[in-house]
Structures are given as C-alpha cells and as structure tokens.
C-alpha cells in the first residue's frame, strides 16, 4: 500500500482520514522524520496526539507491520489516544478511516485492510510490553513514562521489514529538564541528543490554526506553567505550592476498607476533575490518606461524571467534598445520587492541611492518577501577587486535593482511622 519514501504523504490509498485543513510545518517534519528515537514535544494545542496517530496509521499500512500504540496505563490510553485515533474530535474527523480496518477490541488490536496491523496497550501490563516484538512504537504523553519503559520498548523494537525503518517515536508536554527524555533528546540546557535521537519542538503560537482565543488565554499562564505549556520549554518548577507530593505517587494498588471521601472541582470548559481515596489503618496502626480515583475530562456533563464516581464507589459511601461556589452543581451530583457536600476552600487553611499529610507521609496518591501528577509539577505560587497566591490555572486536580485535605483537618477524619 505505502512504503517508507511516501510515508512522509497520506495518499487517497491509506486509512487516514482527509484532514479539513493541512498540516503544520513541524508536524509534517514529524512525519518525514526517520531517526531511530523521535519526540514530538510541545505545549498545549500542539496537536499532539492528532500527529502521533498519523504518523502510527501511516506506518501501519504498510503491509507485514506491527505497529504500537503505547501510553503509561492502558485505562487513559482508551480514554484518549485511541478516541483521536478512532472517534471524532470536534468538527475533525478519527484519524483511523472507518471502514479501512478490524478492531478486536478483546485482544486491543486494529488490523489494516491491506496492511499491517496495531496493537495497543499500557505499559502497565508487563506481558504486553515484554512479548510483543513490533516495527515501531508510538507513545502518548510519553513523559509520564520512566526510562526502565522506554528501554523496554526500545528492545521491542526489532522486526525487519523492507521500506520501514524501525522506529520509536513519542509526543508529550514539556517536563522537567531532569526528565530522561529531556536528557536524553538534548531538551535539558547543555545537554546533546544521543546519537540517532531527534527531538520536534513547538509553542502554541506556532499553531496558526487554533482559535485566536484559545491562544490568548493560554498566554495568560504565569512561570512555570506558561514556559511549559505556551512557550513549550522544558524547565524546572520553582515555588511549588506542594513540593513533596510527586514524592507521594506509588504504583496504583487496590484501596484497603476505611473510610472514602473524595473532593470535586467543577469545570466544563475547563477541565471537571473529582478525586476519590480511602483513609485506612496501616499495619502499624497510623492513619493514611490513599487517593486511588480520578475522573479528570472537559465538556462533559455532569450525569456522566456522577456515574463515573458511582461506579467507582458502587456502595454509594464516598463523600465528596466539592467547590462551593457552584451550589447548583452539587445538587446536580446529589440528585444522581453522589453524597455531595460544600468544601471548607480557605486557600491558606487548605494548603496547609495538603502539607501537613504529605510532611506525616499520611499521603499517598495512585500513579494512574496521571492529570494529578502533571498538575503537582507545575501549581506554583504567582510571585507577582503580594499574597503570594498560587497561579489559578491548571490547578482543578489541586483544588480537588485541597478540598479533601481540608475535610480531612476541620472534620479530624484521620482519627475515624486510628
């Protein structure tokens, strides 16, 4: 069907869909790019995931290719990146054309009419990654990866197939510069690239064809937030409001009987997160707050969040505690049936209660809570605020935890525990 020289072009012959406008330049160069290890790094509205999927579904359909499709936990790759590469997005269309392809969806593998063949998967299936030999492999949101899974997939990375270099190709936003990927990938100041690894980089000005809104609002992001995730740099977070609690993240693990509670911040443009964990006994008797439950999306309505949170706590047993300045919100999530309950949201009082748990290693937070760990590296103070208030953007899982902790505090749920 294709082969490596016109892989750089979608032709009328392969699955991917006719996109309503042309690529960007650096998207293009993406896509032509033939390095053994490639990363498609940048800020929001970068077109990511869209780019990564092309550039997967292009490779696919050569025929005899085994291609991968790779994100830390398989729950979110669902979520997300198979949706851009199946569904609509929008007024764009899936990637994927329909009725160019099979999708088993029990073994999670999408065969090419007339190609090859993609399998999907989180690296949090062992088996998976470990028995799959493949052409390539793409990776989404590959920051959130550790350098033991992306060797991992590089040894995966070794089936022969005349016209289609091997390749492992990724995109993600911008991390720290201690971040393997950006030493690896020479992102980190004064650092050089490994051998045969290239690195695309992109802001969000770039983007000529994002709503000129959109841009604008994002240029409003102060420090850190805004070099990450406008100017799409890869920098250190200075000021963290919680600074201990990436140190609270553990491999995700079934929560133990105690009591749940959860803390809700509304949004629909912006993002709805609720965030839902256990206080229990440890073996030595010392209370523990466990956050195990994350329901992070925008422009959803509020029934499907409810089932969500539902589903996630069946008994009906979680109290959450939610924003409240949106008291119709929370008798929404009442009527469907979601013990829902005004937060005590005394910024300086709630923090405090956050640094308090974490500083009595009575936090700990589950990894596939992935936007709570994203947000921990970046909610910052403002510097230019005389209160020294943290930046109010990019803090909906933040405001989720600081409710919670400050039930926590003011209601003394810790001892419900002890």
Known sequence: MTSASSLAVAPASLPVQAETVPLLPKQM?????????????????????????WKLVMRASVPGAVELLCRKHNVTLKRTTLRTL???????????RPGTYRH???????????????????????????????????????VELDEADWDALRGRIRVKLDGLPNQLYGACNPGPPTHFLAQ???????????????????????????????????????????????????????????PGLLDCFIPHQKAPSGFNVGGVDFGWRNPFCALGGTIYASEGGKPILYIWFEDY???????????????????????????PEDPEAIRDLRKYECSAK??????????????????NDQLFI???????????????????DEKEKPVDKFNHAMSAIRYIASAVKKFKLLEWAA
């Not at 160069?29 to 999927?53: D, H, I, N, P, W």
């Not at 029990?106 to 030999?133: A, C, H, N, V, W």
Request: hydrophobic share 40%; glycine share 10%.
């Open 29 to 53: 160069r993406y896509l032509r790019a033939q390095e053994r290890e490639l990363l498609f790094s940048g800020a929001f509205g970068a077109g990511k995931t869209r780019v990564l999927c």
């Open 86 to 96: 199946l569904k609509p997005d929008g007024n764009l269309p899936p990637v994927l």
């Open 104 to 142: 088993n969806k029990s073994e999670q593998r999408i065969e090419i009419i007339g190609g090859g063949e993609i399998m999907y998967f989180g690296l949090d299936d062992p088996e998976k990654i470990g028995s799959t030999p493949a052409t390539g492999a793409g990776v989404d949101e590959a």
């Open 184 to 242: 690896r990938f020479g992102l980190a100041k004064g650092m050089d690239a490994v051998k045969d690894c290239a690195a695309i980089t992109t802001c969000t000005p770039e983007n000529f064809f994002l709503p000129k809104d959109y841009v604008h609002d994002i240029g409003k992001f102060v420090g850190v937030q805004r070099q990450r995730y406008y100017e799409g740099l890869w920098v250190a977070a200075e000021g963290l409001v919680f």
């Open 297 to 323: 999306a925008s422009e959803v309505p509020i029934m499907e969040h409810a089932v969500n949170m539902n589903r996630a706590f069946p008994d009906g047993d979680c109290v959450w505690y939610c924003d």
């Open 342 to 359: 005004k937060a005590y949201n005394k910024i300086i009082y709630s923090i405090d209660a956050v640094n308090a748990l974490i500083a």
């Open 366 to 384: 589950s990894d596939m809570c992935v936007h709570t760990k994203e947000e921990a590296s970046v909610y910052c103070y403002n510097h230019e």
